[in-house]
């Protein structure tokens, strides 16, 4: 156990080097060292309570999501029941429902079947079974009525969190740099935290706009004098961006959907010099877009985002290429907004914010001081007493704590970490463990030296029974740092990670770093005794 080969010294001398060169970037420019330019420079990131940001709490609104999925039972109940013999009065949503009432209740069988194929497989997670979302049932006296089931309920709700959480981040993250950290809180909750943003309203913009596009025609012959149009027509305002105080009598049917986009770009008009939205459509959007414009070619189409129509262009000829524009008076930053949210995709429900906060990167001056200043005073107590408990030895394990956390600072900069106050705790906790380590190894060496065994057997002995109550200790705390990263959010993980590098570099510099030093000392030295 104490013998090295030559090529182990050497394997083992480039690793601390390495990782020692790999934790500059933490402290130092890349200038400054001066290497080349395929070394990888990667650092650690600062986390929101340390680099500023803002925090940003929200809810999801699911009455949304269950009115919508109501509202389409219903206009589907008035389709499967159209051309049938079953009449039928007062279709209408109730409650958690939609409720109709039969004229003839001997036909509630038949209408039953007809209804009952209207729901969708809800999955129940048991062994891969799955469930209707929708119960149907009916009374004596022809009352039928069409409810979502609670399993339904639980299941849109999970996916419409989840939906959201993933939407939110395109749109604030589209390119996928920076260190957001987005949670689900409670049932129907998202928190959102963003380092180094202090800024809110960019973000309250994008967040606070479902983005929910879908292409119409209009209808010339409709009036909207009087706020509401005919059967089959919407009435809706211009947006800001065009005339907000214009109505447009929009046909109800939607041509083409916003959820056929595949990209969204701001750019400028090349004839005008203005900005605007370039968009493309996928293989089903392209065919429908261009079976619409060929079929409608001069009238008015309208592009409606939200309740609002942005734009409403006559058709000038067929679109067949799945691609077009929007225009409406963009500057360059609404018009690249729009096409974040387009390219993001439309929430599944609004997002109403419940709370807001912004941290200012004073606070987050204040709490690395305040950090570095506790490592640095912690260690410096560390190793003041294991040198002075340990003498030479106690040395030794000093140069293991330096290469302990040189190379948990590596790993922790390669990975491009976020380092929150959580973890430079986690540093500090890091340095005691490893401690702990040698404090066991040197404990065992000096009771066989009490024994009156030679340096050699001593030094062998104590590291090897060392080792075992070393790993045992370490494997306990790795399952706890476990169950914190699985369980835990945001900081927590962050702390978890910290003590899990930490935790495996010390294992690594405590029974093979020291002892490698302790080994080239007793060769060179020859020492006959250790000290007891």
């Known amino acids: 156990m104490l013998f090295f080969a030559r090529w182990k010294i050497w394997l083992i001398n480039a690793a601390c080097a390495l990782g020692v060169l790999l934790s500059l970037p933490a402290f130092l420019p890349r200038e400054s060292i001066g290497l080349p330019a395929w070394f990888p420079w990667r650092h650690v990131n600062l986390g929101l309570d340390l680099r500023g940001g803002s925090y940003l709490l929200l809810e999801v609104d699911m009455q949304a999501v269950v009115r919508e999925r109501l509202n ?7 389709v499967r029941l159209r051309g049938t013999e079953i009449r039928y009065s007062g279709l209408a949503i109730r409650g958690q429902g939609v409720q109709l009432q039969l004229r003839d209740p001997s036909q509630a069988a038949e209408a039953l079947r007809l209804l009952r194929e209207l729901a969708q497989p809800v999955s129940t997670g048991a062994f891969g ?14 009352l039928v009525t069409l409810e979502l089931s609670e399993v339904a309920l639980r299941d849109k709700a999970t996916k419409t969190i989840e939906q959201s959480m993933e939407i939110v981040r395109r749109r604030l993250d589209p390119e ?3 260190e957001l950290q987005i949670a689900r809180q409670g049932g129907s909750r998202i928190l959102v935290q963003q380092p180094g943003i202090d800024d809110l309203e960019s973000s309250k913009r994008l967040l606070g706009t479902t983005a929910k596009m879908t292409f119409h025609l209009l209808d010339a012959t409709a009036d909207c004098s009087s706020g509401r149009g005919p059967a089959g027509v ?7 961006r065009a005339d907000a105080m214009r109505i447009y009598p929009v046909r109800q049917r939607v041509e083409v959907d916003g959820a056929s986009l595949t990209d969204a770009r701001a750019g400028t008009n090349p004839q005008t010099g203005e900005w605007v939205v370039n968009f493309t459509f996928d293989s089903v959007g392209t065919r429908r877009f261009a079976d619409i414009t060929r079929a409608n070619v001069g009238q008015p189409f309208a592009i409606v985002l939200d309740g609002k129509v942005i734009t409403a262009p006559s058709i000038r000829e067929p679109i067949t290429g799945g691609r077009g524009q929007i225009s409406g008076s963009f500057s360059a930053a609404s018009a690249s907004e729009l096409a974040v949210l387009l390219r993001a995709g439309a929430l599944p429900a609004p997002l109403t914010i419940v709370e807001e906060r912004t941290v200012g990167p004073d606070l987050g001056a204040d709490a690395i001081r305040a950090g570095f200043i506790s490592i640095l005073v912690g260690a410096a107590l560390v190793l003041v007493f294991i040198v002075w408990t340990y003498g030479l030895f106690g040395a030794f394990a000093c140069v293991g704590l330096f290469a302990n956390l040189a190379l948990t600072l590596a790993i922790l900069n390669l990975l491009e970490a976020t380092l929150t106050l959580p973890g430079m705790a986690g540093v500090l906790l890091t340095l005691g463990l490893s401690v702990d380590a040698n404090i066991l190894i040197n404990e065992r060496i000096r009771e066989e030296t009490k024994l009156g065994k030679t340096p050699f057997a001593a030094m062998e002995s104590g590291f090897k029974r060392a080792f075992s109550t070393i790993v045992d200790s370490n494997l306990t705390t ?15 993980k962050g702390f978890a990670v910290t003590i899990t590098f930490g935790i495996i570099t010390s294992m690594f510099t405590a029974t093979i770093v020291v002892r490698l030093l ?11 005794a250790l000290p007891a």
Do not use: H, Q
């Not at 740092?481 to 835990?488: E, I, R, S, V, W």
């Not at 302790?518 to 006959?528: D, E, F, G, H, K």
């Open 129 to 142: 079974g799955s469930t209707p979302d929708l119960v149907v049932n009916a009374t004596p006296e022809g």
């Open 478 to 492: 790795l399952i706890k740092m476990m169950l914190l990263y699985a369980f835990g959010s945001g900081p927590v």
């Open 234 to 240: 919407n009435c809706l305002p211009g947006s800001d």
């Open 518 to 528: 302790m080994v080239t000392w007793l060769r060179w030295r020859r020492r006959t």
């Open 176 to 178: 996928g740099i920076k």
């Open 72 to 78: 389409n039972i219903r206009d589907s109940v008035l």
